[in-house]
């Protein structure tokens, strides 16, 4: 199930959303890979932000959009910012762990 943010993203400014790792005890960790990918209402990718490598590996990191990541157009006012990581626990190495941010867009007149 998606993260939903309580805030709407301002179209075409700045949005930096704060990813957090956690393992399965809830502890953080810091992912062996990550990647984030963004896509529209309509599940495409948005300005050619696919599968973009999160570096340096941190167990928080800040993802920043802008421009034109945050612009509403034909495919709607919503954003999923998907966030695809491994990390290495007790359990075994290389486990999954994917998530995803929805947060709307709130369009400003003439832009």
Sequence with gaps: MPIQLEEKATEGSTLAITVRFYDETGALV??????WTLLDAQA????????????PL???VTIVLHGADLIVGDNGNWRDLVI????DSTLGDDLECN????FGIEALPGL
């Design 84 to 87: 695809q990581s491994t990390y």
């Design 44 to 55: 495409a990718v948005v300005n050619a932000r696919d599968a973009v490598a999160i570096t």
């Design 58 to 60: 941190a167990s928080s």
């Design 30 to 35: 810091v992912p062996t890979a990550a990647n």
């Design 99 to 102: 998530e995803s941010v929805h």
